[in-house]
């Protein structure tokens, strides 16, 4: 059943991102985690219920991560998920209110630690990313233009193969970089997922996508897993970007 005309529709990123955001929105009355069976189900559209947390019932959309702002922005969804790392490489008019503490790491220079890289005006440099405007305002900020090389995954093969001397990807545990003898330099931004609402919505849903903005808000702030999740990635008392 297509949810009523109040009823709200999220594009959600699949992947880690979706298994983080299940309890938190469980919680607030968006039981996504009643309906979807797990990685093996393909199914990308969910209807869900009118429930007394979410009286014009909703519409979940399971899209690519780095497909969720265009989604957003372009009104089929009136609220999203996604990563600061998604939302700062792409400039988008959306409203973002809340930041949800999920999805935490951080993105980073790294290179090879048997081959650092020196950093100096006029000295070429390659960086392979999937984030090149990211990647190209920090270097340039620092008086430096390097090559940039884009990727879509596996980023940290660039320096071991001689594509790039460095690359500019995200770090979690550090697992990756060290199984590939890579060495962090410098964070660039911490990363968290946001809330992301389509401005028009905010307008025309504006009681049930604010119930629903507060109610996420109560869940974080008694939420200790969110806190422990954050405090993961990011060095205490450091804010945004690094
Ligand atoms: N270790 C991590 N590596 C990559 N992204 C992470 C990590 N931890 C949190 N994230 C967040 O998850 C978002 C989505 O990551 P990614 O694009 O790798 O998708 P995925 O979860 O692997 O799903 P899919 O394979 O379907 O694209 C990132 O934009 C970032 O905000
Ligand atoms: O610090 P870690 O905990 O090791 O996590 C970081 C790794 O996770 C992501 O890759 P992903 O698994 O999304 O694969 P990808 O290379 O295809 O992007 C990211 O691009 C790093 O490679």
Same mark, same amino acid.
């Given at each position: ?28 009355? &968006? ?116 090559? &940039?090389?884009?990727?879509? =995954? ?82 205490? =008392? ?5």
């Amino acid at each position: 059943m297509a949810p009523r005309a109040d009823g709200l529709t999220l594009a959600l990123p699949k992947g880690r991102i979706l298994k983080q955001a299940l309890p938190l929105l469980r919680r607030v009355g &968006i039981d996504l985690a009643a309906a979807w069976e797990g990685e093996h189900d393909r199914r990308l559209l969910f209807d869900l219920p009118p429930g007394p947390d979410l009286p014009g019932g909703a519409r979940v959309l399971l899209v690519k991560p780095v497909d969720v702002p265009t989604y957003v922005e372009h009104g089929v969804a009136d609220i999203g998920v996604a990563g600061s790392d998604t939302l700062g490489e792409e400039a988008r008019d959306l409203y973002e209110p809340l930041d949800l503490g999920i999805g935490a790491c951080r993105l980073a220079i790294a290179e090879p630690a048997a081959r650092p890289t020196p950093l100096r005006r006029g000295v070429s440099l390659r960086v392979a990313t999937k984030y090149p405007r990211l990647t190209l305002n920090h270097y340039r900020s620092k008086g430096i233009q390097p090559e &940039i090389i884009p990727l879509f =995954g596996s980023v940290e093969l660039g320096p071991i193969t001689g594509l790039s001397d460095q690359i500019v990807d995200l770090v979690e545990s550090g697992e990756t970089l060290r199984q590939n003898n890579l060495r962090e330099v410098e964070t660039i931004l911490y990363v968290t997922s946001r809330l992301i609402v389509h401005p028009a919505s905010l307008k025309l849903k504006q009681a049930p996508i604010t119930a629903l903005i507060a109610a996420l808000r109560d869940a974080l702030a008694t939420d200790g897993s969110t806190a422990r999740n954050v405090s993961s990635a990011r060095p205490t =008392g450091s804010e945004g970007t690094a």
